[in-house]
Each structure stands twice: as structure tokens, then as C-alpha cells.
């Protein structure tokens, strides 16, 4: 069973309106949680995390939120460029057991931003 | 300033043919990690490398699969006796340190197609 859900495979957005990216997590062991980025034949780029204690982390345009009690992270971007158009994965990590450090990927939501 | 680069970008394999994938991390790195992604999937965990020492590998899939790491920086990824079920994206990342919270920096992949 997947342990990181992201639910919508495809999001698009008009240039200059909020992209919002989501997911969901089953296992409440997980302390980390981060969100990476892939443009179509390279490797995923790190874009922003946050740790379990914090409920929200910003970096510019990019806003990361955490609700643990629901178990879901999401990815807020104001506003949408262009450039921003690519596959966004969450990631999570655990800070127990031989799985420390791994990193636990969902499937992926590709973002279009139109302009 | 090298990123993580891997080499082939592109491999195709007769079914039962063995294949080798590299990893060069960045100069520094103690951790090195590899993944698999599957088309339309997230990347999965095939196994870890501190230095020279291979720690973690409970995601490599059977044992058709092997790595190593002989001096602690250049990485081999061995595919023997290839199926079409080993056809993905295999990705290498490489950190300072195997720590949640630890950036962990991709590669571009290897694109392993078995015919």
C-alpha cells in the first residue's frame, strides 16, 4: 500500500495565480517531509522542506504546510510562472529504524503554468 | 561547481543481457543512494552507501541486482541477466550524510530500456 499519496497526477494553473500541490501520508513515523521538482530528463531538484515541528515553512514564492493531525503536506506557489511547469514530488523521511535518511517519494503531480 | 552525473543517459538491453549503470556523486559526499522510477511512478529506494560500505539494501528488488562502491566515491549499479520488468529511470543522488533533514542531490539517470 503507498505510503505517500498524491492524488492529482495533473494541475494547471494560469501564470500569475496560485499553484496549490498536495499530499498525503499514512505513517505518522515520518519526520521529514520535502517537496522536489523534475523538468523532463533530469534528475528531481530539491525545493523546499519542512521538519515535523513546524506547521509551515516559506521560501520566496514556494510555501510548504504541514497538518499533522490530517496527515497531509501541501505546496503552495504565488505566483505561478511559467518556468514552474514540471513534475512536483513529495518526498518523506523517517528519522527511525535502517530507513533513516530514505527518501519515500509519491508519484508525482505535473504542473502546467499557462501563460 | 559537478553535480552528480551518471552515465549511460540511455541504455538498451536485449532481455537477459547484463548491464552496468554509473554514479559519479559529488567530490565529498559520504552518502550515496540509489533509486528506481518506474514509468509514472515516484522514485523507490534501491540501496544505500556510506563511504564504502554498502548499509541498506532492502528495496534492491532481487538478487539479479548488485552495487558497490569500492573507494568511497564512484558508484556501480549491476543489472544482471536483464527482464522488461527492469526497464525504468535509475537515479543516483548523493548527500553529506545519511540524516533526515540532509539535502540529497540527484543525478540526471540512466534510462534503462529491456527489449
Known amino acids: 500500500d503507498q505510503q505517500v499519496k498524491q492524488n492529482s497526477p495533473s494541475l494547471s494553473v494560469q501564470e500569475g495565480r496560485i499553484s496549490i500541490l498536495n499530499c498525503d501520508y499514512t505513517?505518522?513515523?515520518?519526520?521529514?517531509f520535502l517537496w522536489y521538482k523534475k523538468y523532463p530528463a533530469e534528475g528531481p531538484t530539491f525545493l523546499i522542506s519542512?521538519?515535523?515541528?513546524?506547521d509551515k515553512n516559506e521560501d520566496g514564492r514556494f510555501t510548504v504546510f504541514l497538518n499533522k493531525s490530517a496527515k497531509h503536506l501541501s505546496l503552495h506557489i504565488v505566483p505561478s510562472q511559467p518556468g514552474d511547469s514540471a513534475v512536483y514530488f513529495c518526498?518523506?523521511?523517517?528519522?527511525?529504524?535502517?530507513?533513516?535518511?530514505?527518501?519515500?517519494f509519491g508519484k508525482g503531480t505535473k504542473l502546467s503554468v499557462k501563460p | 561547481g559537478a553535480g552528480v552525473s551518471q552515465s549511460p543517459r540511455y541504455k538498451v538491453a536485449k532481455r537477459g543481457q547484463d548491464v552496468a549503470l554509473r554514479c559519479d556523486p559529488i567530490?565529498?559526499?559520504?552518502?550515496l543512494f540509489w533509486y528506481q522510477q518506474a514509468l509514472g511512478q515516484g522514485p523507490e529506494f534501491l540501496t544505500y552507501?556510506?563511504?564504502?560500505?554498502?548499509?541498506?539494501k532492502s528495496g534492491l528488488p532481487s538478487d539479479r541486482f548488485f552495487a558497490e562502491r569500492p573507494e568511497g566515491s564512484v558508484s556501480t549499479l549491476k543489472i544482471q541477466r536483464t527482464q522488461q520488468e527492469d526497464s525504468a529511470v535509475y537515479l543516483c543522488?548523493?548527500?553529506?550524510?545519511?540524516?533526515?533533514?540532509?539535502?540529497?542531490?540527484f543525478g540526471p539517470g540512466t534510462r534503462l530500456l529491456v527489449l
Open positions: 567530490s565529498g559526499h559520504v552518502s
Open positions: 552507501f556510506q563511504n564504502e560500505a554498502q548499509l541498506d
Open positions: 519542512i521538519s515535523s515541528i513546524k
Open positions: 518526498a518523506l523521511q523517517t528519522n527511525y529504524g535502517g530507513s533513516q535518511g530514505n527518501l519515500i
Open positions: 505513517n505518522s513515523m515520518f519526520d521529514y
Open positions: 543522488a548523493s548527500s553529506l550524510a545519511r540524516l533526515f533533514g540532509e539535502t540529497q542531490y
